[in-house]
């Protein structure tokens, strides 16, 4: 069973920044971070390859938001910055069926 623990959510203004930290209790290849709103589906922000060179992005992110990892932690993190109102959400950290419990991100205007 892997275990994910996400961290480094909180109350931000727009235009301001946040970095989550996701740490992994093992090795994992491929990880993601998604994103749900409250009263709206799970969505996809970011993936990150286990060697760091394929980043992937939702359109509404690129651009603002970077992904990027320590294996020798495991961990991956999510940089955000230029954040928005529309940003606000439960962030997960995600690889393969593992999940973690969420941090809070809320942006305000």
């Known amino acids: 069973q892997v275990q994910l623990v996400e961290s480094g959510g909180g109350l931000v203004q727009a235009g301001g920044s946040l970095r989550l930290s996701c740490v992994a209790s093992s090795r994992m290849y491929l990880m993601n971070w998604f994103r749900q709103a409250p009263g709206k589906e799970r969505e996809f922000v970011a993936r990150?390859?286990?060697?760091?060179?394929?980043?992937y992005y939702a359109d509404s992110v690129k651009g603002r938001f970077t992904i990027s990892r320590d294996n020798a932690k495991n961990t991956v993190y999510l940089q955000m910055n230029s954040l928005k109102p529309e940003d606000t959400a439960v962030y997960y950290c995600?690889?393969?069926?593992?999940w973690g419990q969420g941090t809070q991100v809320t942006v305000s205007s």
């Open positions: 990150i390859t286990w060697g760091g060179g394929g980043t």
């Open positions: 995600n690889s393969n069926d593992f």
